[in-house]
């Protein structure tokens, strides 16, 4: 699939110069399983949209520590730090997991757009899908127990326990890889 397929069928806009601007500044990037594909302190200057494949964001500690503080998995879901599109730098690491395919297009591709309509409504579609994923998440971090937040993640990320390592999963859930193994085998 091309670029200007994948804008034209997951993003609404049907101002042809809006559009145009957009397919002209898109590319498609390919990362490696364990390939960086922005690190902390970047700055955000892209839109990126999981193709295919499996990333996480993670944030590491004055120690050296990795938590990772989400997944990416579904077709089409945005990929960002924690500045979405602002042009600051972010705390975020992103890692491709599994070989993925990202959209890629550059924040000044939609610059001149910023009050266009279309573009807004974009941006507050998106900014709310990021918001509510992080408020669920958080909550369910906070209120519920191990094993509660093992059966939230089998429902949130179908599949994905199969896919990535244990220790990222474990992190996610803020629970140790031991309690994580205890907790699966357990079900069985």
Same mark, same amino acid.
């Given at each position: 699939?091309?670029?200007?397929? &994948?804008?034209?069928?997951?993003?609404?806009?049907?101002?042809?110069?809006?559009?145009?601007?957009?397919?002209?500044?898109?590319? &498609?990037?390919?990362?490696?399983?364990? %390939?960086?594909?922005?690190?902390?302190?970047?700055?955000?200057?892209?839109?990126?949209?999981?193709?295919?494949?499996?990333?996480?964001?993670?944030?590491?500690?004055?120690?050296?520590? %990795?938590?990772?503080?989400?997944?990416?998995?579904?077709?089409?879901?945005?990929?960002?730090?924690?500045?979405?599109?602002?042009?600051?730098?972010?705390?975020? %690491?992103?890692?491709?997991?599994?070989?993925?395919?990202?959209?890629?297009?550059?924040?000044?591709?939609?610059?001149?757009?910023?009050?266009?309509?279309?573009?807004?409504?974009?941006?507050?579609?998106?900014?709310?899908?990021?918001?509510?994923?992080?408020?669920?998440?958080?909550?369910?971090?906070?209120?519920?127990?191990?094993?509660?937040?093992? %059966?939230?993640?089998?429902?949130?990320?179908?599949?994905?326990?199969?896919?990535?390592q244990h220790s990222y999963i474990?992190?996610?859930?803020?629970?140790?890889?031991?309690?994580?193994?205890?907790?699966?085998?357990?079900?069985?």
């Open positions: 699939m091309d670029a200007e397929t &994948i804008i034209m069928n997951t993003f609404p806009i049907r101002d042809p110069e809006v559009r145009s601007a957009l397919v002209s500044a898109a590319r &498609i990037e390919t990362f490696q399983p364990g %390939e960086v594909i922005s690190h902390s302190g970047d700055t955000e200057n892209y839109l990126r949209l999981l193709i295919k494949g499996v990333v996480r964001g993670y944030m590491v500690d004055s120690a050296g520590k %990795e938590t990772t503080v989400y997944f990416v998995s579904e077709q089409y879901q945005l990929i960002t730090g924690n500045t979405l599109m602002q042009g600051i730098e972010s705390d975020v %690491e992103i890692q491709s997991l599994k070989t993925s395919q990202i959209l890629t297009i550059p924040n000044a591709a939609t610059a001149g757009f910023r009050t266009h309509p279309e573009i807004r409504s974009l941006y507050i579609k998106y900014l709310t899908r990021v918001s509510d994923f992080q408020w669920r998440t958080k909550k369910m971090l906070y209120m519920k127990t191990a094993r509660e937040r093992y %059966e939230w993640f089998l429902k949130e990320f179908p599949g994905l326990i199969d896919q990535v474990a992190s996610f859930l803020n629970i140790t890889p031991v309690t994580l193994s205890r907790v699966r085998h357990s079900e069985k």
